[in-house]
């Protein structure tokens, strides 16, 4: 299957900071997905994105769709606590969905 | 409606055992995945269903045994499971084709092998 590269693989930041993790793969996908999982739960959809070089935000993320289709990154602005988390970006295509090795985020208050 | 029930929520089983995990999504998405996770690595793929059929299959052992009877409901049969089987297992959906739209999880079944 593809592989997908994702980085960094953890942060530690202060509240109030900004944030910016990143995906990449050798092949193209027609979708990026971007979720955050708690422990012990499923990953919860944050963004999806669906045409290259696609912006969209959703409140204090923001994400992009790479132009050549094989990355896209996720920033997250005035960071909180409760970002808390693992993000983990996802590729899709042909019914065929790939995990990056996710970035653990801490935020210290 | 976005959501995606998997039942149960944790299971523990005995190495001879026979058990299933059940998955459920009303959204009309026609392709729904089974991914594996262990602690702090990513969702892994397991199997994917497009409109009911077995399209892809990650070479993952025959003591898991998916099935899908019909498009709102995906089964994940378990036999002679060895320990290092047990992790967190995840059902997902999307609308399937060449271009798939938002994916769905549930929250998981902790699976234990004892």
Redesign the interface.
């Known amino acids: 299957?593809q592989q997908l590269n994702q980085s960094p693989q953890s942060m530690f930041i202060q509240e109030g900071e900004d944030v910016s993790m990143n995906c990449t793969s050798s092949s193209i996908f027609?979708?990026w997905?971007w979720?955050k999982q708690d422990p012990?739960?499923?990953?919860?959809?944050l963004i999806?994105l669906?045409k290259a070089g696609e912006l969209t935000s959703n409140g204090r993320l923001t994400a992009q769709f790479g132009i050549t289709r094989k990355d896209s990154f996720l920033n997250i602005s005035a960071s909180i606590p409760s970002d808390v988390g693992i993000y983990?970006c996802?590729g899709?295509?042909?019914?065929?969905?790939?995990?990056?090795?996710?970035t653990r985020l801490t935020v210290k208050p | 409606d976005t959501e995606v029930t998997q039942t149960p929520k944790h299971l523990v089983m005995g190495m001879t055992n026979k058990k299933s995990l059940k998955c459920e999504q009303h959204m009309g998405h026609r392709a729904m995945y089974w991914y594996k996770q262990k602690a702090k690595k990513p969702p892994e793929l397991m199997f994917v269903y497009s409109y009911e059929k077995l399209s892809i299959n990650e070479s993952v052992p025959s003591r898991f045994s998916p099935e899908c009877p019909n498009s709102s409901l995906l089964n994940l049969h378990l036999h002679a499971l060895q320990p290092e089987d047990s992790a967190l297992y995840l059902c997902a959906s999307t609308t399937a084709g060449g271009w798939n739209t938002e994916a769905f999880f549930g929250q998981g079944t902790r699976l234990t092998v004892v």
């Open positions: 299957g027609n979708t997905l979720y012990g739960e499923g990953p919860v959809l999806a669906y983990f996802a899709s295509r042909n019914n065929d969905m790939r995990f990056g090795a996710g």
